[in-house]
C-alpha cells in the first residue's frame, strides 16, 4: 500500500509537487489563494487548529509523512507541523528554498517586522509593496509625504495615495522595469523569498540603482530532511513512495 503523504502547500513549488501526488495523498492549502481544481490528489483547504489540530488529523487520515513546501515567511505552519510530526512519530520534510543574496551594485536595508518597515521606508516617497496583502490592513497609515504601490493577489480599490496591483508572478525584467518608471518607485520592498519567479525586481532595483528594503525570513524549524529544489524533492518523493509501495 501507498504510505500517505500530507503536502503543505500554497507556493508555486507546492504545486508543483502536488501535481505529481496520485489519489492516496493529500494536498493541503491555508485557503487564501486560488484552489486547484485539477489534481489527481485529495485537496483540503483551511486550518487544522494549531499544532493539537495537526496531531489529530495525522492520526485520523493514517498520514505517514509531511512534506512541508509551504513559502519561508510562513513560519506558523511550519512550527506546527514540526510539532505535530514529533507528537504523532511521523517524519517532517521540508523545501527550504535559499534565500536570495545580495550582488554587487545592491543596497538592501534588512528589516524585521512591519515597525522595521516602516522605519527604512521614512526617508522615500514612492515604494513598491512586494510583501503580500499586509501593507493591505496599514492603508490608512500611508504618510502625507508617500504615494504606495502594493503588489499582492488581492484586487483592492486602494486610496489616492495607495494603488493595489493584483498580479501573480513569474515577473519579467521589461515587466518590472515598466513598473518602476510608471509608478516612479524609488525604493523597493520585499520579502527574501528566494526562487526565479519573482527575483526579477531585484535586478531592476539594482540596475536602476534603487535601494531594497529587505524583511528577514523567521526563523524556521529544522526538518529530517531538506531539500532545495521542488526538483530535488520530487525526485526523494518518488523515491520515498516507491519503497513504501514495494515494502
Ligand atoms: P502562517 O502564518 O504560517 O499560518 C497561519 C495559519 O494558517 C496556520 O497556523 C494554519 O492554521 C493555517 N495554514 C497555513 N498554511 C496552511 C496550509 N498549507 N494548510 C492548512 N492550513 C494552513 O501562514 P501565512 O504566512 O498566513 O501563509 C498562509 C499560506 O500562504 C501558507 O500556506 C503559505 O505557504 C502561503 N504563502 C505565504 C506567503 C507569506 O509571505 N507568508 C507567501 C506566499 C504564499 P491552523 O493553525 O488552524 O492549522
Redo the contacts with the bound molecule.
Keep these: 500500500m501507498t504510505a500517505r503523504i500530507l503536502l503543505?502547500?500554497?507556493?508555486g513549488d507546492?504545486l508543483t509537487i502536488a501535481r505529481t501526488l496520485g489519489p492516496a495523498h493529500v494536498y493541503?492549502?491555508?485557503g487564501?489563494?486560488r484552489v486547484p481544481a485539477d489534481l489527481a490528489c485529495t485537496v483540503r483547504v483551511?486550518?487544522?487548529?494549531?499544532a493539537e489540530?495537526?496531531t489529530r488529523f495525522l492520526a485520523d487520515e493514517h498520514i505517514a509523512l509531511v512534506f512541508d513546501a509551504?513559502?519561508p515567511?510562513?513560519?506558523?505552519?511550519?512550527a506546527?507541523a514540526s510539532r505535530a510530526c514529533e507528537a504523532a512519530n511521523v517524519p517532517y520534510w521540508a523545501l527550504r528554498r535559499a534565500p536570495w543574496q545580495p550582488q554587487a551594485g545592491d543596497n538592501w536595508r534588512m528589516v524585521s517586522g512591519w515597525a522595521g518597515v516602516t522605519e527604512a521606508l521614512a526617508p522615500f516617497a514612492r515604494p513598491l509593496f512586494t510583501?503580500?496583502r499586509e501593507p493591505l490592513a496599514h492603508l490608512d497609515e500611508v504618510p502625507e509625504s508617500q504615494h504606495w504601490t502594493i503588489r499582492c493577489l488581492d484586487a483592492h480599490p486602494g486610496h489616492a495615495r495607495a494603488r493595489v496591483i493584483d498580479a501573480r508572478g513569474p515577473f519579467t525584467p521589461e515587466g518590472e522595469r515598466t513598473l518602476f518608471t510608471g509608478a516612479r518607485i524609488d525604493v523597493v520592498v520585499s520579502?527574501n523569498?528566494g526562487g526565479a519567479a519573482t527575483e526579477a525586481k531585484l535586478a531592476v532595483a539594482r540596475e536602476m540603482g534603487l535601494p531594497v528594503v529587505m524583511m528577514r525570513r523567521p526563523t524556521l524549524p529544522d526538518a529530517q530532511r531538506e531539500f532545495a529544489s521542488a526538483q530535488a524533492a520530487l525526485e526523494a518523493l518518488a523515491h520515498y513512495t516507491q519503497r513504501s509501495f514495494n515494502a
Excluded at 515567511?73 to 511550519?78: F, G, K, M, N, V
Design positions: 503543505l502547500g500554497g507556493t507546492a493541503s492549502l491555508a487564501l489563494g483551511g486550518g487544522f487548529g494549531g489540530g495537526l509551504t513559502h515567511y510562513a513560519a506558523q505552519i511550519s506546527n510583501l503580500g520579502k523569498s
